[in-house]
């Protein structure tokens, strides 16, 4: 039952690593309306905010990965069970944050990108999930 669990936040977590970075995306000229800043501002601040997640975000995660999952295969699961949790994420946000202002619509460009990142995000994963597994083993012959 512990594996269940630790699967399913690990599961909630990749989700809101891919969650994070899309809204922020997505919410550019919302963000930039209410802070009074620049666009150009806005999307720097966006830029270095989703390079430092997926950075910092790839190292907790091999680490993660190596400690809760002990070098199962059962850990790849995450490649799917990401996908509820992300829809989840989206569907509250979107009803409890409602673009009410027609200015605040994200570009159609936007939305290729957020496609696009959805559709390869399970490949990120699975490159974590064996990288987790390697340096698990790594770690085995060790001891």
Same mark, same amino acid.
């Given at each position: 039952? =512990? #594996? #269940?669990? =630790?699967?399913?936040?690990?599961?909630?977590?990749?989700?809101?690593?891919?969650? /994070?970075?899309?809204?922020?995306?997505?919410? *550019?000229?919302?963000?930039?309306?209410?802070?009074?800043?620049?666009? +150009?501002? *806005?999307?720097?601040?966006?830029?270095?905010?989703?390079?430092?997640? /997926? /950075?910092?975000? +790839?190292?907790? #995660?091999?680490?993660?990965?190596? =400690?809760?999952?002990?070098?199962? =295969?059962?850990s790849f699961w995450?490649?799917?069970?990401?996908?509820?949790?992300?829809?989840?994420?989206?569907?509250?946000?979107?009803?409890?944050?409602?673009?009410?202002?027609?200015?605040?619509?994200?570009?159609? *460009?936007?939305?290729?990108?957020? /496609?696009?990142? *959805?559709?390869?995000?399970?490949?990120?994963?699975?490159?974590?999930? #064996?990288?987790?597994?390697?340096?698990?083993d790594d770690s085995?012959?060790?001891?």
């Amino acid at each position: 039952m =512990k #594996f #269940f669990l =630790k699967l399913n936040v690990v599961s909630l977590l990749y989700a809101v690593m891919i969650f /994070i970075p899309l809204e922020l995306m997505i919410n *550019v000229y919302r963000i930039s309306r209410l802070t009074d800043w620049e666009i +150009s501002s *806005v999307n720097a601040l966006i830029g270095i905010t989703i390079i430092v997640e /997926i /950075i910092a975000g +790839s190292i907790i #995660f091999i680490i993660l990965t190596k =400690k809760w999952m002990n070098g199962r =295969k059962a850990s790849f699961w995450t490649v799917i069970l990401w996908a509820p949790y992300f829809v989840l994420f989206v569907y509250l946000f979107a009803s409890l944050f409602p673009i009410t202002y027609g200015g605040d619509a994200p570009n159609p *460009v936007t939305g290729l990108l957020a /496609i696009g990142a *959805v559709i390869a995000y399970p490949v990120y994963i699975l490159i974590i999930n #064996f990288a987790g597994m390697v340096s698990y083993d790594d770690s085995m012959r060790t001891t």
